[in-house]
Structures are given as structure tokens and as C-alpha cells.
């Protein structure tokens, strides 16, 4: 239980276009999502909280404008990368926390490796 | 600040041997720990995690981790390794926030050879 579906896996953009990341709680409601960016070999910086209804929360230093998260429901929340530059090419991980009935925790979804050319 | 610290970047053993992965963390309050691993261009998978109950703690596929206040560590270990082991491990502790959010450390590899 308390699976974190995302898409795509993977994804390849051009310079100056846009890429949409979704991340869906399959079996539960997710109140709380966090999105992350891991760069290789390193950990998982923490980008953005998001709560369903609201405005999402960025940490100092991540441009709010260009990385553009959605939680309009319980179950789905999305990250948008606008006009990507090849900088942004990394390795991004929602996670969703868990409460309530499915217990106490984190869970994860598979990541999306983005590459912009 | 809630924060982590994993002692080893790398860590080597051969398969059958035990495996210990250090962490030590640094809280103002009492708090939740998780271990994780990761797996290439994977998402990451809980092993376990300790949330103020019993101070040994049980996971999955052998692992098991002991959280020690006065040591304030949380380190990971298993009886014997297996090849599929070989992947990435993160210590992990929630921030206490309202938002509960988790501080990562900074990762250890394992390899394990044959």
C-alpha cells in the first residue's frame, strides 16, 4: 500500500521548452507532497513542499517560476519545468508523506531523469 | 537544526559478510529516523524506520538498524550481504517541522564483490 506513481521515467526537451512531471497517490490521499532534485551521485535536495489547495512552499533558493508545482487534488500534484535550459537536466522524486490509516512514513515515487538538449 | 551525518561515503564487503552503515544525527526533540536505499535511476525504497518505539528497529530483506540516543546514531547492519544489496543508502530524519520534512545525509554506497 501507499504507492506514489510517477511520470514519465524519463524525458529528453529542447532549450526553452516546457516539462510537466506528475506524481499520483494511488491508494491513498496524499495532503502532503515534497519534490525533490538529486543531482548524480549526491543526495536528494529538497526543492518544494506542496499541500493540496495551496501554494507550495519553496526552499531558498529554487525560482518558484521556473519549477511550477500543482497539488489541485488529494491525489495528483505536478511539477512543471519551464523554459528548461540543460542546467536543469537532473533527476527529479516526488515524495508523498503518509498518515493516518496506511501508518506513519514517506514513500516515493520512481524519479524522472530529465535531459535537456 | 535536525541533521544527519553518514560516516562513509563507500562502503566494501564481500558477499556473506556483515554490513554496517554508520549515520549519526543531531535533534533538538525526539525524532523519526528512516533508512532508504536506491537503486540506479530508481526511486528510493524505505527499509525501515524508527518513530519512538522500540530502539531496534527491523526491515526489510535482513536489515535491521539500533537508534542509540546517547550514541545519537542510527546505524544500519545486516548479518550477511548479498549481491543485490549493492546500491545507494541514505539516512533520513524528519525535520519536526509542521511539514515534517526530511533531511537527507549525504548518502553511502555499498559495493559488494563475490
Redesign the interface.
Known sequence: GAVVSQHPSWVICKSGTSVKIECRSLDFQATTMFWYRQFPKQSLMLMATSNEGSKATYEQGVEKDKFLINHASLTLSTLTVTSAHPEDSSFYICSARITGAKGYGYTFGSGTRLTVV | AQSVTQLDSHVSVSEGTPVLLRCNYSSSYSP?L?W?VQHP??????LL?Y?SAATLVKGINGFEAEFKKSETSFHLTKPSAHMSDAAEY?CVVSDGSG????V????TRLLVSP
Open positions: 523519526s528512516f532508504y535511476n530508481k526511486g528510493l525504497q524505505l524506520k518513530t541514505f511539514f515534517q520534512k526530511l537527507f545525509g549525504t548518502g
